[in-house]
């Protein structure tokens, strides 16, 4: 029998939904980890979260963060998410994950079945470890958010964004806000602030 019937690799809102999904469907055998010691890190940047019409309105993302995590306080998911675990190989044929600690200690746990929701760091730098490739001027969302917010270079002169989340908007926002160029492509319905129509195109039911 593995260790855990579901492992959850990443600790974003992602993650911990699959987690708490997982949990209400009756799953015991669960765990979710998370290589940072801070969850839904993501969001300590994201400037702008808007839930759906009666749902609470709008949140920075630090704010979101607060409320999601102060309800997992007093969850029965919260002994689930262990963090501070940095997963640095996947063995695929035996099942079984391979992580390092706070300690730099080695931890190997098996599973039935894995559930990747990382960021795109661990996929950028990992191409060997996680499941899926990125090839050479492809980037996660998460990646052109962290290269426009915290590096002092840029992922380009012109960028496509494919997607229809909240983030996707937030950061193609980030993007035209330092000057570059953005095509938004959306599989739904996708809207930017009226002010900010002629600057970016978008791509709707695509």
Do not use: C
């Not at 209400?24 to 969850?39: I, N, W």
């Not at 998911?77 to 992580?99: A, M, P, S």
């Not at 229809?164 to 953005?182: I, Q």
């Amino acid at each position: 029998m593995p260790d855990y019937e579901y492992i959850i690799i990443g600790g974003g809102i992602s993650g911990l939904g699959a987690l708490n999904s997982l949990i209400s469907e009756g799953h015991d055998k669960v765990a979710l980890f998370e290589a940072r010691d801070t969850l839904m890190y993501t969001n300590t940047w994201m400037k702008n979260t808007k839930l759906p019409d009666g749902q609470g309105g709008n949140y920075t993302g630090a704010e979101f963060r607060e409320k999601v995590l102060t309800n997992l306080k007093n969850s029965h998911i919260n002994e689930r998410i262990f963090t501070g675990k940095r997963v640095f190989y996947i063995d695929q044929k035996e099942q079984k994950i391979h992580l390092r600690n706070e300690d730099g200690q080695k931890e190997v746990y098996s599973y039935g079945t894995l559930v990747v929701a990382v960021g795109a760091a661990q996929i950028m730098y990992g191409k060997y470890l996680l499941p899926g490739t990125r090839g050479g001027r492809f980037f996660t969302t998460y990646q052109v958010g962290e290269m426009i917010e915290h590096y002092p270079f840029l992922p380009g002169k012109k960028l496509v964004f494919f997607g229809e989340s909240l983030y996707t908007t937030d950061t193609a926002l980030s993007a035209r806000a330092a000057g570059l160029s953005v095509t938004v492509v959306s599989p739904s319905e996708i809207t930017f602030p009226d002010n900010w129509s002629r600057d970016i195109v978008v791509y709707n039911n695509a």
